[in-house]
């Protein structure tokens, strides 16, 4: 298998790290999706890794405190599960670096575009956590923005479906999925991809979107190796 990607950024849900326990950490998912990555590296691709806290805090959902402070909280629920990821793909000998948005240097460097490149050139796994650093921007748009600042090749969004449908799959039976789409398609159907900043942002910066499955940790390899495996959203 060869890939036809050079450097990606790839979006995993907070979700996906809690396994079946659907809180905290699951460390044989965390282990088989940070293996995933590990061959990715071995294979010289490039890979930039966002993750959002869903395992930790849906508080923005819950509407019962300030939504900034929760924001605020939801950025340290990523920041948590970044160092996870790190701890995880050190012990598989993969050379990593955690960058935050909001400074906390006992923990990780502080993202500067520059050093998270020259990090990725030099084969370097680059986390980065605390989202955009911002309230009211979510994992998804923090993403993009990575996406376009490190100019990462395809944005590869790992969900819990097989890609991009017309509607919910699993509250349609008629629902019909989408080989390819383009970005101006997602938003004017309101496909929930991603949030509509994010795909606008995508759009605007040329950045390619792959919506698959992480059922399947491997399903990351195929589809940085071009492989059919769910939606491809582009121009």
């Known amino acids: ?23 905290g950490f699951d460390f044989d998912t965390i282990n ?37 402070r929760a924001d605020h909280i ?21 050379p990593v670096r955690v960058q935050t948005a909001v400074e906390m240097r ?10 998270a490149i020259r990090h990725l050139e030099k084969g370097r796994v680059c986390v980065f956590g605390a989202g955009t650093g911002n309230p009211f921007f979510s994992t998804d748009t923090c993403a993009a923005l990575r996406a376009a600042e490190i100019k990462a090749d395809v944005l590869l969004k790992a969900t819990n479906v097989d890609g991009v449908y017309d509607k919910d799959p699993n509250k349609y039976a008629d629902a019909v999925k989408y ?39 491997e399903n990351i390899i195929r589809a940085v190796c071009g492989e059919n495996v769910g939606t491809l959203v582009s121009e």
């Open 179 to 217: 080989d390819k789409i383009t970005h101006s398609e997602v938003l004017e159907k309101d496909l929930k991809v991603m949030d509509s900043a994010a795909a606008s942002l995508c759009r605007e910066n040329h950045i390619k979107i792959l919506v698959f499955n992480l059922n399947d940790p």
């Open 32 to 68: 088989s999706v940070c293996g995933a990555v590990k061959k990715l590296n071995r294979m010289g691709v490039e890979v930039g890794l966002v993750v959002g806290g869903g395992n930790f805090w849906r508080g923005r959902s819950g509407g019962q405190m300030d939504r900034t």
């Open 74 to 94: 939801g950025m340290l629920a990523t920041v948590m599960n970044s160092l996870a990821l790190a701890d995880s793909l050190e012990s598989l000998e993969v």
């Open 106 to 115: 006992q923990f990780a460097e502080p993202y500067i575009r520059n050093r």
């Open 1 to 23: 298998m060869q890939p036809v990607y050079k450097r990606i950024l790839l979006k995993i849900s907070g979700e996906v790290l809690a396994g079946e326990k659907g809180f």
